[in-house]
């Protein structure tokens, strides 16, 4: 079957006044829904359980939901189905990294942090070690962590808004990340874990249907013919048959191969270290059911990175990479720009609707995440740095609470004012940075933890620091933040010296070497009779909360 006609130039449906109000009313529809949820589970939060661990009441299904609604994120529907609308094979590497990462935190994680810790990854590391400066260290690891995570929420917020309402000028998409940051903000301090739970649920099924009914109709173009879908976006592509192949993006040069093997090793290791996906291990009420929520978030992960290969490649074949790019640079843009082809086309009532679904469902995914992000770094201010170390576990559970609520106030307006500056960037490689960023500074201190009893405060506070002060410094001197004219966060400025996108492959290694290091060269003695406590808790489950 011939390919459909690509669209030669994008001009949303969002930007003809005819279907505008309608699409308005779809979207506040699902923001009013989700918003209902929150002041519903928001009524039921009365304690600090609650508030952090949504009282332990979740099954592990329902965790599982939880837990693939809070990791299928802007980046997975936006960021990848734009990677491979514009670079083909190695714009889905990232779904494969994505996917395979799951296997680290089931077969390494999962379980030992439900046994071992409350609400924070805090709670484990100061199990054996010094509490005051290793709770401080673990706080200010998941704060900085979690920013980088909510840049590339951001960014895609104020790419769906802006495309749905028709503005194209920098104040106006900087407004909307402002609104982003808002309704952020209500949701955690209103919901807290329970609130936020219940909305990535729901955000899980509406993102699987969206997903599921954009591929059924991709697929339906081509009369279920895979191989036909590829040549049409190969057709399409100025690069050809290359554009199926590998090393369009990541095989050019000697730097793009280094940068791969970086992005490959921080997506693999990056999500057993990320704050918002470990403190969902806590929401459930044993181990088993811990291991069974990841069991059941790698099946509904994996569907989904396996719909985002039409996603992608329907995308570049049916709306074109120029068309994309025309709209977005970074391709943001490609999955709702293809909803908006396969509805009917430019100025059809379907197309406005389906855009109008899709572009909300990718909004409400970006909501569930920001608010879960926001939970885990405010909960970890609140729980580590607050309650511990400021107040000397001398805390009441309200004052914690309170403390909880104003640092996500604090969070979210750091996040909104970087945001402003993420705004035109490929979400999918800002979430790539979050991973590098996590692998980099968590990933060691709580494996080290775990599993080697010689392990002491020392290390951990060089493995926690040195990992992260490495991946944010390589980083800043990266492409990323400079020298790029249209994907860099500061443009018309280059003073970047690190040749590669993603710190991981420097910083990751050195995140380890200094926790064995540190620890090596520390006067202190490890607390072997604690570790022994902390080994038959967090593999046995006995003690644990």
């Known amino acids: 079957m011939s390919s459909p006609a690509p669209l030669a130039h994008t001009v949303l449906a969002a930007s003809s006044t005819e279907h505008r109000p309608l699409i308005i009313t779809l979207f506040a529809v699902f923001v009013a829904a989700t918003l209902g949820i929150?002041?519903?589970?928001?009524?039921?939060?009365?304690s600090a359980s609650d508030f952090y661990a949504g009282g332990r009441q979740f099954t592990a299904f329902q965790n599982g939901l939880a837990v693939s609604g809070d990791y299928m994120s802007a980046a997975s529907f936006l960021g990848i189905a734009g990677a491979i609308a514009l670079f083909g094979y190695?714009?889905?590497l990232y779904s494969i990294g994505f996917l395979v990462a799951w296997l680290v935190a089931l077969l390494l994680v999962a379980e030992p942090l439900r046994n071992s810790g409350r609400y924070t990854m805090g709670d484990v590391l100061a199990y054996r070690m010094r509490q005051r400066p290793v709770r401080t260290a673990a706080g200010t690891s998941t704060i900085v962590?979690?920013?980088?995570?909510?840049?590339?929420?951001m960014a895609g917020a104020g790419v769906l808004v802006s495309l749905l309402l028709g503005i194209t000028s920098s104040a106006g998409k900087i407004l909307i990340v402002a609104l982003v940051g808002v309704l952020m903000i209500v949701y955690v301090t209103i919901g807290g874990m329970k609130g936020t739970t219940w909305v990535q649920m729901v955000k899980a099924v509406l993102l699987i249907a969206g997903a599921l009914l954009m591929t059924f109709l991709v697929l339906l173009k081509f009369d279920f013919n895979v191989s036909d879908l590829l040549g049409a976006a190969a057709g399409q592509s100025p690069k050809g048959a290359a554009f199926l192949e590998p090393g369009l993006k990541y095989g050019v040069s000697a730097t793009s191969?280094?940068?791969f093997l970086s992005l490959g090793i921080a997506l693999v290791l990056g999500t057993a270290g990320l704050p918002h996906i470990l403190i969902r291990f806590y929401t459930v009420p044993t181990a088993k059911a811990a291991r069974k929520s990841v069991n059941w978030a790698i099946g509904i992960i994996g569907a989904f990175y396996l719909m985002t290969i039409a996603l992608g490649f329907g995308a570049a074949a049916l709306v074109g990479p120029a068309a994309i790019k025309a709209q977005n640079p970074a391709g943001n843009t490609a999955a709702p720009q293809l909803a908006e082809y396969l509805g009917g086309g430019v100025g059809t009532t379907g197309g406005a609707i389906l855009l109008a679904v899709i572009s909300a469902v990718a909004f409400a995914t970006i909501l569930a995440v920001v608010a879960g992000l926001t939970l885990a770094s405010s909960s970890s201010f609140a729980h580590d740095i607050y309650a511990n170390v400021i107040r000397k576990g001398k805390a009441t559970e309200k004052e914690e609470m309170r403390a909880a609520r104003w640092a996500t106030v604090f969070i979210g307006a750091v996040a909104i004012v970087l945001g402003a500056f993420a705004r035109d960037m490929n979400v999918a490689g800002l979430v790539a940075l979050a991973f590098a960023v996590a692998a980099s500074a968590n990933l060691p201190t709580i494996l080290y933890s775990?599993?080697?009893?010689?392990f002491t405060t020392t290390g951990a506070l060089w493995s926690i620091y040195g990992g992260l002060a490495s991946s944010v410094f390589l980083v800043l001197f990266s492409p990323v933040v400079s020298g790029n004219p249209k994907t860099s966060m500061f443009k018309g400025v280059d003073f970047h010296w690190f040749p590669l996108e993603n710190p991981g492959l420097i910083s990751i290694p050195l995140g380890f070497?200094?926790?064995w290091l540190g620890t090596l060269l520390s006067k202190e003695e490890a607390d072997k009779g604690k570790y022994a406590e902390l080994e038959v808790k967090s593999l046995t489950g006995v003690g644990a909360h």
Not at 38 to 43: E, L
Not at 145 to 153: E, M, R
Not at 450 to 454: A, T
């Open 38 to 46: 929150t002041v519903w589970a928001g009524r039921q939060t009365r």
């Open 90 to 92: 190695d714009g889905f």
């Open 145 to 153: 962590v979690s920013i980088f995570y909510l840049l590339a929420q």
């Open 257 to 259: 191969k280094l940068d």
């Open 450 to 454: 775990l599993f080697w009893k010689r």
């Open 513 to 515: 070497l200094l926790g």
